[in-house]
């Protein structure tokens, strides 16, 4: 496919591609609106179904993926330039490691990286033998909040990306999510109907995982603006705050990636880190880096079992509490984001080599994300201590606790409109940065140029989703987003396991695919044909 000098090629809708989950995603909305009964019916029967079947291949794909991950990193492999050695690089790595944070897991971690502590204290699996709520239960839960909001979902996100990255800029496969697999399959899976089917489900997951991600947001800012006014969360405050949601991804959307993704994501990234060192400093400072240290060794020590953990022997438990049930829960919610988010970030790897982008994309927002969970669930767990947050877990939800963390610190009505600002502003970037890959699926002749998706389809798809996360947060409650996000996965996760081994794949004879000369560390460039030669065009 040759690109047309100096001007836009004409882009259009892939009807098979935008159709089927478009109506499918509508029917789901009636059903919610119709019958709430039968709705919550048909997503736990599903829930139950996968997680009393599939929890352990969930387990060993998010363990498989951080050594993959590991091993794309650190091998030649990763000195492999994504583009080509002449392309230039999209965004500097701050912008680019901001936008990679903000629109994984950092709108989720804010929500629960002070309340999932307390969940997991008080009700440890029976297998560790641990009393709830005792100082060993609460080494325990810091060291598995690590697990799930650290490197293995990272390791998820970034395989994904790069898998993508390296098969549309390298091996010049159409934007497709297909191409991630093109290495198995062929042509047959970026061209025809196997391609539309694979990118038609994959958009109809991610709908389904971002729904239930952003209507635990609403709850988040809700609470917020509870604890401010006094108003208490109901229904129509949840409503108003998914509208505002959507109305400023509207706004952003319009902007453009460059503008609107690139500043909102850096200004959060700002946000944050004050936010991280205000507690740092006002909060319990010592307990925070003593608890921290020994909660890593803890998960150091444990890392290969917990990852693996099924809690085989308590099965019949199909609640969030069930430990195994709560890992695979996340696992899953991360691996229904994957798929279209990899389309997003590995469009923005171009310029960089394969290492920096499992560097920005893995651990650089791991350590991130650990001194989070380090300062937030860490002086909860130290509040708790004192004296137990459970009544109030129980009574006003998990937003709550966040906002009762900072009623104990100084300057509480600064600091409250501060992080419920980064909430809205987290998941407006998610919204914005995932609705502009589905909308670049279903549109065909985009080039590597081309950042942007029509600002048309990417309201319509930030539309439905809004109007689904707020269907969720109003009828189902934080238990019904959370169980609809992880159902989204289940599919998702043997597309991420094809792409695992197409990425093994490359990675064994990289010069069979890389249509890109590269200088790989064997002092020689390579043709992608086994030739060596001096220079080459990386055009598609």
Not at 11 to 23: A, D, I, K, Q
Not at 391 to 399: D, I, R, Y
Request: aromatic share 14%; with cysteine.
């Amino acid at each position: 496919m040759e690109k047309v000098s100096g001007q836009k090629r004409k882009s259009r809708l892939r009807g098979w591609v935008f159709w089927p989950p478009f109506l499918v995603l509508l029917m789901v909305l009636i059903l919610g609106f119709v019958s709430q009964d039968a709705f919550l019916k048909v997503v736990n029967g599903v829930k139950d179904w996968i997680w009393g079947n599939f929890k352990w291949l969930f387990s060993g794909y998010g363990l498989a993926a951080v050594g993959v991950c590991f091993y794309a990193c650190f091998s030649k492999f990763g000195n492999t330039v994504i583009g080509g050695k002449d392309a230039k690089p999209i965004l500097g790595k701050f912008n680019w490691f901001a936008i990679s944070l903000c629109t994984t897991i950092a709108a989720g971690l804010m929500f629960w990286a002070a309340a999932e502590p307390l969940y997991l204290m008080s009700d440890p699996s029976p297998f560790f033998d641990i009393e709830p709520n005792s100082p060993q239960a609460a080494v325990f839960a810091m060291a598995q909040m690590y697990l799930h909001w650290g490197i293995t979902p990272y390791a998820i996100y970034a395989l994904a990306a790069t898998v993508f990255a390296f098969t549309y800029y390298n091996m010049k496969k159409p934007f497709s999510l297909g191409a991630c697999i093109s290495p198995l399959l062929g042509e047959r899976a970026t061209k025809g109907r196997l391609a539309d089917i694979i990118d038609a489900l994959c958009i109809f997951i991610l709908c389904a995982g971002m729904s239930g991600s952003l209507s635990t947001g609403a709850f988040s800012v809700a609470g917020g603006i509870s604890n401010i006014t006094g108003i208490p969360t109901n229904g129509i405050m949840l409503i108003i705050v998914m509208a505002a949601i959507i109305l400023v991804y509207t706004i952003s959307a319009s902007s453009g990636i460059m503008k609107g993704i690139k500043w909102l994501s850096s200004f959060n990234v700002y946000i944050f880190s004050f936010l991280i060192l205000f507690i740092f400093l006002f909060g319990p400072t010592k307990f925070i880096l003593n608890f921290g240290v020994e909660s890593v060794g803890e998960l150091m020590d444990s890392f290969f079992m917990r990852n693996l953990f099924t809690d085989s022997m308590n099965l019949g438990n199909s609640s969030w509490s069930s430990l195994g049930n709560m890992k695979v829960g996340y696992w899953a919610s991360y691996l229904a984001w994957a798929p279209v988010t990899a389309l997003f970030l590995g469009k923005l790897a171009r310029g960089y080599k394969i290492r920096d982008c499992i560097i920005i994309n893995l651990f650089v927002p791991t350590v991130f994300s650990m001194i989070w969970v380090s300062i937030f669930g860490g002086t909860a767990i130290h509040m708790h201590m004192q004296e137990s947050l459970i009544p109030l877990l129980e009574t006003s939800g998990a937003e709550s606790i966040v906002y009762k963390l900072f009623e104990v610190l100084p300057l509480r009505q600064l600091c409250i409109p501060i992080f419920v600002l980064a909430t809205f502003i987290s998941f407006v970037t998610a919204a914005d940065s995932n609705t502009n890959a589905i909308a670049s699926v279903c549109t065909s002749g985009m080039s590597e140029e081309e950042m942007e998706a029509p600002a048309g389809l990417k309201i319509l798809w930030g539309m439905i989703i809004g109007v689904m996360a707020a269907v969720m947060a109003v009828f189902t409650g934080v238990g019904g987003a959370k169980t609809l996000a992880s159902i989204g996965g289940f599919p998702s996760m043997f597309l991420q396991i094809a792409s695992c081994a197409a990425l093994i794949k490359i990675m064994r004879h990289p010069e069979k695919y890389d249509k890109c000369r590269q200088d790989t560390g064997n002092g020689k460039e390579d043709t992608g044909e086994g030739k060596h030669v001096q220079d080459t065009d990386c055009g598609r």
